[in-house]
T-cell receptor, first 111, second 115 residues
Framework: AQSVTQLGSHVSVSEGALVLLRCNYS??????LFWYVQYPNQGLQLLLKYTTGATLVKGINGFEAEFKKSETSFHLTKPSAHMSDAAEYFCAVSGDAGMRFGAGTRLTVKP | DAGVTQSPTHLIKTRGQQVTLRCSPI?????VSWYQQVLGQGPQFIFQYYEKEERGRGNFPDRFSARQFPNYSSELNVNALLLGDSALYLC??????????????FGPGTRLTVL
């Protein structure tokens, strides 16, 4: 069965600093991987997804993620954090029964 | 175009009661999935429906049931509510059956509190 593990439940960065949110996956078949963002009291918004092809995936709001099969990773990055990036971020993998989400990483951006 | 809509926004019930949550998918989408998100955790898959048929079920007790209507809207029913059922219930729609490559679009959720 497919699964994802997010490393670090909380990440704090200064405004303008690099954002790095870590996600490792486990899958016996080529995975389809997703990053979603959740703002307080809201649903999930898709940031980006990897299916096949180019391993560097660009998403909305300046985020991107790189699929690394050798490391079974799909880390999310953004070169320069903005205050509006403060939210909960979820990595997910499509499974044979729905999507499987990680536990989430709360990103705090300090002024 | 309207996104996924859910109703009600908030709901308070007592233990043992029954609840029905509603979801309308994005126009043209035929698949609806339900997820439970307990505070501080990631969403957990409950059901997927496609063309009014159940196509997937997560590890939830039989107290949880769902159905999809001819207009592709869906209801999630939970019987004999327990305190542990308190959560944000998310509905997602996609245009094809599976989530393998198709993107799931989430609604704002229904916050259920069981007292």
């Amino acid at each position: 069965a497919q699964s994802v593990t997010q490393l670090g439940s909380h990440v704090s960065v200064s405004e303008g600093a690099l954002v790095l949110l870590r996600c490792n996956y486990s899958s016996s078949v080529p995975p389809y991987l997703f990053w979603y963002v959740q703002y307080p009291n809201q649903g999930l918004q898709l940031l980006l997804k990897y299916t096949t092809g180019a391993t560097l995936v660009k998403g909305i709001n300046g985020f991107e993620a790189e699929f690394k099969k050798s490391e079974t990773s799909f880390h999310l990055t953004k070169p320069s954090a903005h205050m509006s990036d403060a939210a909960e971020y979820f990595c997910a993998v499509s499974g044979d029964a729905g999507m499987r989400f990680g536990a989430g990483t709360r990103l705090t951006v300090k002024p | 175009d309207a996104g996924v809509t859910q109703s009600p926004t908030h709901l308070i019930k007592t233990r043992g009661q029954q609840v029905t949550l509603r979801c309308s998918p994005i126009s043209g989408h035929k698949s609806v999935s339900w997820y439970q998100q307990v505070l501080g955790q990631g969403p957990q898959f409950i059901f997927q429906y496609y063309e009014k048929e159940e196509r997937g079920r997560g590890n939830f007790p039989d107290r949880f049931s769902a159905r999809q209507f001819p207009n592709y809207s869906s209801e999630l029913n939970v019987n004999a509510l327990l305190l542990g059922d308190s959560a944000l219930y998310l509905c997602a729609s996609s245009s094809r059956q599976g989530a393998t490559t198709d993107t799931q679009y989430f609604g704002p959720g229904t916050r259920l509190t069981v007292l």
